[in-house]
């Protein structure tokens, strides 16, 4: 249902930043090709993510998300200008995370996900904890908080959202028939 995660981890470096990118525009060309939503993760790489990004919907757009967001409210715009979406984990909930829940705050709702990571990233009060999908709910939570809404809007409002991108899930697999 989708290409990735893909892209780019300056943090970690497993593998040299060329083959990094020669990688990441691979995959963007297939989600091009097939129209799947490409899964992208950047971490320590804004500047870099944002300008391969833009290259490549040069070329001609393609639908994504960046996955596990924290990376600056700058790189947020862009991505949304492009018509991709944002997917927060439970990084949102963390009290060091400020600046991360101003830049929620200031995205439009239509274009946001909630997302675990698991088995990373546990929200608080899971904090530390080998994280599952149903500690989804903390983080959906503290979003609905974020963006001013009740939490039956903000998981009407992500789910839609996320149909509306993987449009290959049908409703009923999230709805029932
Ligand atoms: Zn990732």
New binding site residues.
């Given amino acids: 249902v989708g290409i990735g995660?893909t892209?780019l981890?300056f943090f970690y470096e497993h593998s040299p930043r060329e083959a990094q990118e020669t990688a990441f525009r691979a995959h963007i060309a297939a989600s091009r090709e097939t129209g799947l939503p490409l899964?992208v993760?950047t971490?320590d790489a804004d500047e870099d993510t944002a300008r391969i990004l833009a290259e490549e919907m040069e070329k001609g757009a393609f639908p994504g998300l960046l996955?596990?967001f924290s990376s600056s409210r700058q790189l947020a715009e862009k991505a949304v200008d492009f018509g991709f979406y944002i997917s927060l984990s439970g990084i949102l909930t963390f009290k060091k995370a400020e600046e991360l829940r101003e830049t929620a705050e200031a995205l439009p709702l239509d274009r946001l996900l909630v997302e675990t990571?698991a088995p990373y990233l546990a929200p608080v009060p899971k904090r530390g904890k080998r994280n599952e999908p149903s500690f989804v709910v903390h983080t959906a939570a503290k979003l609905a908080e974020v963006k001013g809404v009740s939490a039956a809007e903000l998981a009407e409002a992500t789910t839609e959202n996320f149909l509306k991108l993987f449009s290959r899930v049908p409703r009923e697999a999230v709805y029932g028939a």
């Fill in positions: 995660e892209g981890d899964i993760h971490r996955h596990c990571d």
